[in-house]
């Protein structure tokens, strides 16, 4: 049962256009949600949260926005460059100590130059 | 100023065989976590270690077992290697010092098993 899902694997896009990136959730009791950014042969890396109580968060050109009805989250990246392409996590820790984080399955975006 | 240090970085085991990943941080995080990264399958919550002395099953934990050595140190034991542990394989900790619950990865571990 996973409780966070992505379901796009891919996504290409031209530099300098936005990247619009996807999550669903099933869990209603999340509290937060979190993207990491991971590049090939390294770590994830945190990159933008936001918390149950907003719609929406925005870090530079990152903004992630939240739709608790829908239990569905976007991040987008304006504008796309060549360096944001990377396999992008969303995460979700659970509630009641938030110790057990649960991430979905990735999508590897692409920005072509 | 390592953050997460993982060892070894690459691992080539025989079916049977077994293994212990190591995993440090040494920023005096309370929790730590392995993952397991697969094609299609996203990140997958091994075992975590809420706090130290603490560890509890994540999604998938057959096959493994883990140790909480002290406050720094966390590993992962396949005791033994089935074809189907081949994976990346990634340590994290946090503080959680808040429930967005930051997690810093280490480089990761390859494993093959033949």
């Known amino acids: 049962d996973q409780q966070v899902k992505q379901n796009s694997p891919s996504l290409s896009v031209q530099e300098g256009r936005i990247s619009i990136l996807n999550c669903d959730y099933t869990n209603s009791m999340f509290d937060y949600f979190l993207w990491y950014k991971k590049y090939p042969a390294e770590g994830p890396t945190f990159l933008i949260s936001i918390s149950s109580i907003k719609d929406k968060n925005e870090d530079g050109r990152f903004t992630v926005f939240l739709n608790k009805s829908a239990k569905h989250l976007s991040l987008h990246i304006v504008p796309s460059q060549p360096g944001d392409s990377a396999v992008y996590f969303c995460a979700a820790p659970e509630s009641g100590g938030y110790q057990k984080v649960t991430f979905g399955t990735g999508t590897k975006l692409q920005v072509i130059p | 100023n390592a953050g997460v240090t993982q060892t070894p970085k690459f691992q080539v085991l025989k079916t049977g065989q077994s293994m212990t990943l190591q995993c440090a941080q040494d920023?005096?995080?309370?929790?730590m976590y392995w993952y397991r990264q697969d094609p299609g399958m996203g990140l997958r919550l091994i075992y975590y270690?809420?706090?130290?002395?603490?560890?509890d099953k994540g999604e998938v934990p057959n096959g493994y077992n883990v140790s909480r050595l002290n406050k720094r140190e966390f590993s992962l034991r396949l005791e033994s290697a089935a074809p189907s542990q081949t994976s990346v394989y990634f340590c994290?900790?946090?503080?959680?010092?808040?429930?967005?619950?930051?997690?810093?990865f280490g480089a990761g571990s390859r494993l093959t098993v033949l």
């Open positions: 270690s809420a706090s130290e002395g603490t560890t």
């Open positions: 994290a900790s946090t503080p959680v010092t808040s429930g967005a619950n930051v997690l810093t």
């Open positions: 920023m005096n995080h309370n929790s």
